[in-house]
């Protein structure tokens, strides 16, 4: 992601005398011919960005073939996926050459911003369900032994290591019954999954604290509170698995309906722009 902001960057400030100006003053530029939407290098942004969001879709089809292992990683095809997410629509926004003169341009655009947003977002949901290197939901004993592992790393820190772990118990234990009480659809996961996440925001805080109390020099306290913090999310993903995967199913549903849409906008932007004699 670091790269595409970069290089749309450095697309954007080495031709920024164009794309700076009022829309009027444009056509007085020497790039005006080329950098418009419809001129040669808008146009070719406009067709590279359309193709990367086109065959960004191609995760979905990669994901019903998910025992198919000669097609390549699902994490392969997950790291695709973003990449080409944020690229694509990076080089639609400089087709754009920051202006957005018409509705469709604007439909389109406003759909694709949001399945942006929401890609993101769903990614982060994703990577809050531990999988295997096939994409798969990772199995709960292995994560259990992982958890197990840190927890006695925690506790070998020495004074303060004890406590510490001792507080991620409580606190993750309580956080857990909460969400887990009552009856709740796909929008609730998320919310409650999110909610335990933010609450648990301070752990690292309150670590840090205990141990200093417990004896822990400073220098000591500060890691452990590190440590105490991962453990604790590692917990969360642990015992509540089955939300965090709901949420990212709920989401992932909600994701690709907007793709839809985001789909039919952009085909009524193409078509009148091949209506009115622009092309591909």
Same mark, same amino acid.
């Given at each position: 992601?670091?790269?595409?902001?970069?290089?749309?960057?450095?697309?954007?400030?080495?031709?920024?005398?164009?794309?700076?100006?009022?829309?009027?003053?444009?056509?007085?530029?020497?790039?005006?011919?080329?950098?418009?939407? /419809? $001129?040669?290098? #808008?146009?070719?942004?406009?067709? &590279?960005?359309?193709? +990367?969001? @086109?065959?960004?879709?191609?995760?979905?089809v990669r994901r019903r073939l998910v025992s198919v292992t000669w097609l390549g990683s699902m994490q392969a095809w997950m790291?695709?996926?973003?990449? /080409? $997410?944020?690229? #694509?629509?990076?080089?639609?926004? &400089?087709?754009?050459? +920051?202006? @957005?003169r018409t509705w469709p341009a604007m439909v389109s655009s406003a759909a694709l911003a949001i399945v942006v947003v929401t890609g993101i977002f769903g990614r982060y949901l994703y990577q809050l369900v531990?999988?295997?290197?096939?994409?798969?939901?990772?199995?709960?004993?292995?994560?259990?032994?992982?958890?197990?592992?840190?927890?006695?790393a925690l506790r070998a820190l020495g004074p303060g290591g004890a406590e510490a772990a001792e507080l991620v118990d409580r606190r993750v234990e309580a956080e857990v019954a909460a969400a887990r009480g009552g009856a709740f659809g796909g929008i609730g996961a998320i919310a409650r999954a999110l909610g335990v996440?933010?609450?648990l925001r301070t752990l690292r805080g309150a670590a840090r604290t205990v141990a200093l109390a417990a004896g822990a020099p400073a220098d000591r306290a500060r890691p452990?509170?590190?440590?105490?913090?991962?453990?604790?999310r590692s917990l969360v993903r642990l015992e509540l698995v089955d939300v965090l995967a709901r949420a990212a199913a709920t989401w992932r549903g909600i994701h690709r309906n907007l793709v839809i849409v985001m789909l039919l906008a952009a085909s009524l932007h193409v078509s009148i722009a091949i209506y009115l004699g622009y092309g591909l």
């Amino acid at each position: 992601m670091a790269v595409t902001i970069l290089v749309g960057a450095v697309l954007l400030w080495y031709r920024w005398d164009y794309y700076g100006l009022p829309w009027e003053d444009r056509f007085d530029s020497p790039f005006h011919r080329r950098l418009r939407s /419809s $001129g040669n290098i #808008g146009h070719l942004y406009g067709n &590279v960005g359309l193709l +990367l969001i @086109l065959g960004n879709l191609l995760y979905l089809v990669r994901r019903r073939l998910v025992s198919v292992t000669w097609l390549g990683s699902m994490q392969a095809w997950m790291a695709w996926h973003v990449f /080409s $997410g944020i690229v #694509g629509p990076a080089l639609i926004v &400089v087709h754009s050459a +920051l202006t @957005l003169r018409t509705w469709p341009a604007m439909v389109s655009s406003a759909a694709l911003a949001i399945v942006v947003v929401t890609g993101i977002f769903g990614r982060y949901l994703y990577q809050l369900v531990p999988r295997l290197s096939n994409g798969r939901q990772a199995a709960s004993e292995e994560l259990a032994g992982d958890v197990d592992r840190s927890v006695m790393a925690l506790r070998a820190l020495g004074p303060g290591g004890a406590e510490a772990a001792e507080l991620v118990d409580r606190r993750v234990e309580a956080e857990v019954a909460a969400a887990r009480g009552g009856a709740f659809g796909g929008i609730g996961a998320i919310a409650r999954a999110l909610g335990v996440l933010w609450r648990l925001r301070t752990l690292r805080g309150a670590a840090r604290t205990v141990a200093l109390a417990a004896g822990a020099p400073a220098d000591r306290a500060r890691p452990i509170g590190r440590r105490a913090a991962a453990i604790g999310r590692s917990l969360v993903r642990l015992e509540l698995v089955d939300v965090l995967a709901r949420a990212a199913a709920t989401w992932r549903g909600i994701h690709r309906n907007l793709v839809i849409v985001m789909l039919l906008a952009a085909s009524l932007h193409v078509s009148i722009a091949i209506y009115l004699g622009y092309g591909l």
